[in-house]
C-alpha cells in the first residue's frame, strides 16, 4: 500500500527514505529512466546505487553495497531500472535478497509484484522488511463526492502521454518553492511517487475510485497552499482519457498548464491518431474542469524541445506564445519564458 | 471471469443459462431490481424462483427447489437481490450449498465474492460447479487503441446516474431487433451482464484499461449489425466521468441516447452538484466522442417519467422535443414519441 497525503500524520504509510538506487544489469539509459528522475528532483533522498558487473548504466551516484548504504542511513533498495520485459529479472534476485538482509526495505514500480520473486516474501517477513509495489493502490479508496476543497491546485495535462507532465509538475513546484510559494509536487505515477515518496498510481486504481483516488491525493490545505499534481495522458487520447477525466474532476484545479512536444504527429500506441492541437485540449479542459471547479483557468504551456534548436525552439514557443496570448515555455531550457509561465500560473 | 463479446466461439466463457432466480428473505422490493430486471428482460432464460420463508418479495415466476430447477433445465442459481448491507447473508448460505449439491453453477452480482461465503469454494471444487462474481472483470483487458471496428453502434449517455441508460438501451436492442435489424445489447453493468449472459463489469477494471474493456465489448461485426451498448454514469458526474470517457472513447457510438428523469435537481452522491442540462449533455458528448467516431450524432433522448402523470410526461417530452429539435421518449410509456426515438437512432 503506497502513502496518501490524507495519511501524512502516518508515518509508516510513506515510503521508506532515502533510498539506494538499484540499476540492474542495464545497458541501455532508456530503461533506467526512473533512476534518473530519482537522481535529478529527489538527490537528496538517494545515498549511493548499486549495480550489477554486467551494467553499463549509472545515474552517477556513489557505488556501494546494501550494507554500506545501510551504514549510511539508506532505508530501501529501489528498483530503478526496466527492462524489455518489464520483470524483475533473475539476475536480480540475489541483489534483492542482499538488500533485505542488510536491512533495507525493497520498493518497486514495476508490473510483476515483487512477491512474486520465489522466497522474497518468506525471506522479508523473516527479516522484518517490506516488499512495496508502487503499482498496488490503497484499498480503502473512497467514491469521489466533488466536494470542493481549501487550498489552490495545479494539474499539468497533456495534448499525449509522456511528453513531460511529471517533469513540468516537478518544474513549477520548485520554482513556486523558490518564490516563497508553499507548494507540494502530487506523485501519480511510479516513479513520481518514489520521487514525492508518496502519491497514488491513477493508471493502478480501480476506474469508479479514480476520481476519488484524484481527492484523497490532494487533500484540504491551507488558502495560499499549492498541490502541483502530475497528470496522466490526454483527455483526448482514445485509450486513457478516463484516466485523465478523473484526475482532472477530482483534483478540481484553479489552474492547468497543457503540456506538448512540438513536432511529435501521432498518440503513442494508437491506429493513427494525430495530435490534438493546445486549443482543443485547452477547449475540453476547460469545458470539462469547471464541472468541478467554475474558475479554472489555463495557466499556459510547457513544451518539451529536447528535440530543436535553441533558436527554433524559442522562436516557436515566442510565436505559439503570441498566438495562444499564454505563455509557452520548456521548464528544461527555463529562461523569461518559463519565468512567465510560473507567474501566470500563480496568477 | 465474465464472458466477453470477443470471445462468443467459447462458449464455457458465458454465464450458464437458464438461471434459477434466489430472492432470499427479502421483504424489500427495492433490493430485488435484479430478479425483476432478469425477469422483465431475460424472462426466458429465467426457469423460477427460490426464496427463503421469510421473503415477501416474489418476481412472480414458479417457486421451486435446486433440484427441481436442475429438471427443467436450469443451469445456475443467480442471486437476485441485494440487502442493505451488501453482503450475502449467512441465512443465504444453506440455499447456495443447496444449489452446488443440484448441480447449478452460482452467479453473483455482490460486491462480496462468491468464495469468501466459508466452506462454498471446497464445496463447488469437490462437486465440479463454478462460483461466478459478476465484479471481477476479464484478466485479459487489452489496452484501447482507438482502432475503427466495422458494425455500428448506440451507447446510451446519462445527466446522471441510474435513469435509464441500461432500461433504454434493453428496450432500443429490442425495438431493433423487432424491426428485423441484427442487434445486441451489450451489458456494462453487474444487472445487465446477468440479462445478456454476458458483458464487462466497466465499473470494475483497472480505469487504464477501461478504453480497452469498452473496445472488447463491441467487436468487429457486420455492417447493418448494431450493438447497443449500455452506459454508465455521466460525463459530467465529478465521481464516475472518467468511467463514462473510457465507455464512449471504447465503444466509438455511431449514435448516443442522452437518459434523463425530469424532475431530479441533484446528482447522485454528490455534494450539491446540479444536473446538467440535457445541451451540456450533447454538447459534451459530441466533443469527446468525435474523437474515436468524427461521425457521431445524437439519436435523441429517453426521460424516465415514472414520477409524472400521463399528460404532463407527454406534454413535458413534446416540449423538449420541440426546443431540442430531437425525439424524445419515455421506452416504458412507448408510443409514437419511441417510434421516432428508434427511427431516428437507425438513421
Chains 1, 2 share one sequence.
Not at 495535462?157 to 510559494?181: I, M, N, S
Request: hydrophobic letters at 45%; a negative charge; one cysteine or more.
Amino acid at each position: 500500500m503506497i502513502a496518501l497525503a490524507s495519511r501524512r500524520s502516518d508515518d509508516t504509510l510513506l515510503l521508506p527514505q532515502p533510498y539506494l538506487l538499484f540499476l540492474g544489469d542495464t545497458t541501455e539509459p532508456g530503461y533506467a529512466k526512473t533512476a534518473f528522475g530519482l537522481r535529478d528532483w529527489a538527490g537528496d533522498k538517494c545515498i549511493g546505487e548499486l549495480a550489477l558487473p554486467a551494467a553499463t548504466v549509472t545515474a552517477g551516484l556513489p557505488r556501494m553495497t546494501p550494507a554500506e548504504a545501510k551504514a549510511r542511513g539508506a532505508r530501501a533498495l529501489v528498483i530503478g531500472v526496466a527492462n524489455s520485459g518489464g520483470v524483475l529479472s533473475p539476475t536480480w534476485h540475489a541483489s534483492l535478497v542482499d538488500a533485505l538482509e542488510a536491512g533495507l526495505d525493497i520498493v518497486s514500480g514495476m508490473h510483476v509484484r515483487l512477491a512474486e520473486v520465489p522466497g522474497l516474501a518468506q525471506r522479508a517477513a523473516r527479516l522484518g522488511r517490506r516488499l512495496i509495489d508502487i503499482r498496488t493502490p490503497p484499498a480503502d479508496i473512497p467514491i469521489a463526492t466533488g466536494r470542493k476543497r481549501s487550498g489552490k491546485r495545479l494539474l499539468t495535462v497533456g495534448t499525449d502521454c509522456a511528453l513531460g507532465k511529471k517533469y513540468t509538475a516537478l518544474a513549477l513546484a520548485r520554482a513556486f518553492a523558490e518564490q516563497g510559494v508553499d507548494a507540494d509536487f502530487r506523485a501519480t505515477g511510479q516513479t513520481g511517487i518514489m520521487i514525492a515518496g508518496e502519491g497514488v498510481p491513477m493508471d493502478a486504481v480501480v476506474a469508479d475510485f479514480a476520481a476519488g483516488a484524484a481527492e484523497m491525493l490532494s487533500p484540504d490545505a491551507a488558502p495560499d497552499h499549492w498541490d502541483v499534481v502530475e497528470g496522466q495522458g490526454s483527455l483526448l487520447h482514445p485509450s486513457y482519457a478516463g484516466v485523465s477525466l478523473a484526475l482532472l474532476h477530482g483534483s478540481q484545479p484553479d489552474v492547468f498548464v497543457v503540456c506538448d512536444q512540438p513536432g511529435r504527429t501521432e498518440m503513442l500506441g494508437t491506429a493513427g491518431y494525430g495530435i490534438p492541437s493546445a486549443e482543443e485540449v485547452i477547449a475540453a479542459t476547460l469545458l470539462l474542469g469547471r464541472r468541478t471547479n467554475p474558475a479554472i483557468r489555463c495557466g499556459g504551456l510547457s513544451y518539451d524541445t529536447s528535440r530543436m534548436s535553441e533558436a527554433d525552439a524559442f522562436a516557436l514557443m515566442a510565436r505559439d506564445s503570441e498566438r495562444l496570448g499564454l505563455p509557452v515555455a520548456d521548464p528544461i531550457r527555463g529562461g523569461a519564458a518559463f519565468d512567465r509561465l510560473v507567474e501566470s500560473c500563480l496568477g
